[in-house]
Structure formats: C-alpha cells, structure tokens
C-alpha cells in the first residue's frame, strides 16, 4: 500500500488551493475547489485572450492545446487518438449512447444506482428503438451481483451500461469485473465515471471499458464547462456520431465525406480554449499527486466522516457497497434536507442534496425522497470534518 500524506503534504495541498482558506468545502462531488495554478491558468489564457484575439492565441497555443490530449490519455493509460474532449460528462455520455448500434429487442443491462440523466435516455431509446431496459441484482452490500450478472447474459444482450460511483450512497461498483464480463462476452460496456475520475486510479487496460466518461469539475479538480470521452480504438468505426462538422469530419466532395478516424469524431470546432487548458493543468496536477495516495486519502477521511456523523444522535448513514468512496450520504431525522444543507451553508460549510429523481430505483426501494450528501477529498482535513458534526450537533440543540 502507497504511504498516506504526512501533515505538511495536506497543508501544502491546501496553501495551493485559496478557497480552503474561506470554505469547508465537502460538496467535491458536485464541484472540487481547483487548485490555484489552475484557475490561474484559465485566467492568464482569457487576460491574453481579450488582448490578442481568440483564434490567434489558439493557434499561438496549439501544442498546449494538444498536450490536453496527452495528458488525458496518460491519465487513463489510453492512446491519444482514444480521447474526445467535450463539454461535459452529459454531453459525452449522450454522445456515445446515442452512437451505439442498438437496435429493436436488444437489452441494456444497467445498475439500481444508474444516475437519472442516463435512465431517461434508456426509456427514450426504448420508445424510439425498441430497446429493452434490465436491472442487474444486487448482492447483500447493495453492489453489482456479478453473479447473476453473468446469468442475465443472453444473445438479445448488447450493453452494459454502468455508473461506476453513483450521485449518492457511497457505493463504488465493481468496474474492472465487469469489464472482464463484458469482454469475455463480447459485450459493449459504457462506463459513466462522471464521480470516479480524479477519484480512484482510473487504466482503461484494466477496466477493459468500450466506452468512458468523464467530467473535470468534480475529483479531477478541473473548471466546469469540460470533459472528456474515451472509445476503444478497435470499437470507433462502430460507432456513429449523432452529428459532424467539419472538425469531426472532412468533406471530401459534393456527394462524398470522411468520418475523422479517432475519437476527434464526436467532437465540433468551437470549444473553450481556455477551460481546456485548465482541465489539462488539472489532469497534470492530479498525476503529480498520485492517484494511488489520494485515494487512499480520500478513503481514510470518508470514513472518518462516517463514523463522526453516526455519533450525532439522530442522524442515519446511508451509504452502501463493500468498497465505499467520498461520498457520505446522511439523513437527519425530522429535520428538511434542503434546511440543513441551508444552515451549514451560513456556517461556512459546503454540501449538497441529492433528490430522488437522481438515482430514483434506489430511492424508491431505500424509502427515501432526498438526502444530504457530503463528499471529501484529499485535502480536506479531519478537523474540518468535526467542525461539519458540531455545526450538524447544534443544529439538533437549536430545534429542540
């Protein structure tokens, strides 16, 4: 096992990062504070930007740019030509959905856990392309029943589609056996990393995914408005792009065109130069971390969040899966989600609501309409976690 953060690394992570100096901020699975030299990355490219011109600077700054590329596919141990950058982890989730060749009677496997914005696209593909919608079982700890995954299979079954860490309840999912499933079996296997990514250590190789996306706002700590989308290069002429510009593509003549041959192709030309110099700030900074010691971090000070928030009477942890993550979803008894979030706001302390329409299958069957979620990372601290139970302990003094 890598050797945890000595003291002096954590507060050099947190010297790096300003808004550690202002917040308690455990909402890191909504958005991570940056580090410093990547808001300042971002800001120096928009100051030249206004001073030179947009398309002058991007092309000034075109191995930068690049090296986005690079940096990406080094993170995940992929090959450049893999990589798509985009919007968001939205948008490239519903790119290489809406790419699949699914057609009439074929059946997608997916999670209870399955985030909300990827299960509307299934009931949409299943009204439009006769697809068929099946959960996989869960085991005892509320994880993918690997078993019983392997006994769902069938010929009608084309796709596996799984979020690796959903919104809420903590639970990592077993990604890398069921990618070794899906290649035995020859099976598609899109992965929504969207709260894994900067995370956990992420090596295509190992998690043997067709298809990954991600975002850069939440544990890879880059600016919002960016992500990215990784296909297996033996997979992209399987798939067919929802849309072409002439980035993405090549127009050869009046009745003839060419697909770009990477993952260029779900890509189009405009695009926030400077936010993908951030991203890329991001990713290098993440590396120079090192992935296996934050993890280990995060880990060690979710479950210190755990066991403080179970010592506040009243208060009940949600979370499941034998391997757990950052996020530490609670309920407060009689006390409004939403009201909570609002009185550790006042109190300088960052978390979030997760609502039922996000994760609505394991809602439902769990009983519950929403909860509060907060997530750490590595360069919160365990006293900022003691001050979210005193603030969340006064809170229960004040109402009764």
């Known amino acids: 096992m890598s050797q945890a953060f000595s003291a002096a690394e954590i507060e050099a992570f947190r010297q790096q990062t300003e808004g550690t100096q202002h917040v308690v901020h455990l909402n890191n699975a909504g958005a991570a504070l940056p580090p410093d030299r990547v808001r300042d990355r971002v800001l120096k490219y928009l100051r030249e930007e206004a001073l030179y011109g947009a398309y002058e600077l991007s092309a000034r700054h075109a191995p930068d740019l690049q090296q986005t590329y690079q940096h990406t596919a080094r993170f995940l141990n992929a090959e450049r030509e893999e990589i798509a950058l985009v919007e968001n982890a939205t948008i490239a989730w519903n790119l290489a959905f809406s790419s699949l060749p699914l057609q009439k009677g074929d059946v997608v496997l997916t999670t209870k856990t399955e985030y909300g914005s990827n ?6 593909a299943k009204e439009e392309k006769g697809i068929e919608i099946e959960l996989i079982p869960t085991d005892a700890e509320g994880s993918v029943d690997l078993a019983a995954l392997e006994a769902q299979l069938r010929p009608a079954v084309r796709l596996l589609a799984i979020t690796h860490i959903p919104t809420n309840s903590g639970l990592v999912q077993p990604a890398e056996a069921i990618g070794d499933i899906a290649e035995r079996h020859g099976l598609w296997y899109l992965l929504d990393s969207c709260q894994s990514i900067g995370q956990l250590p992420m090596d295509v190789k190992k998690l043997k995914c067709s298809i990954l996306t991600a975002t850069g706002r939440k544990y890879l700590r880059g600016p919002r408005g960016t992500g990215f989308l990784y296909v297996q290069k033996k997979r992209l002429d399987q798939l067919s792009p929802p849309y072409l ?37 991001s990713i290098a900074y993440a590396m120079e971390v090192g992935m296996d010691r934050s993890w280990q971090r995060i880990q060690l000070l979710a479950q210190y969040t755990r066991t403080q928030l179970a010592e506040v009477p009243g208060i009940q942890v949600l979370d499941l899966g034998k391997q757990k993550c950052g996020i530490v979803s609670f309920r407060y008894q009689d006390h409004d989600p939403v009201r ?51 603030a969340l302990t006064g809170l229960r003094k004040e109402r009764s």
Do not use: C
């Open 340 to 390: 909570v979030q609002q009185y550790l706001l006042e109190r300088g302390i960052n978390t979030s609501v997760s609502d039922r329409p996000f994760t609505l299958i394991d809602m439902d069957q769990r009983g519950m309409r929403s909860v509060n979620r907060a997530s750490v990372h590595y360069y919160n601290t365990e006293a900022e976690i003691d001050r979210l139970a005193e």
């Open 119 to 124: 299960f509307i696209n299934y009931l949409k």
């Open 245 to 281: 510009d002439q980035h993405s593509a090549n127009w050869l003549d009046t009745d003839a065109y060419e697909i770009h041959p990477g993952a260029q192709r779900f890509e189009n030309w405009e695009s926030n130069k400077a936010l993908r110099l951030g991203l890329s700030e």
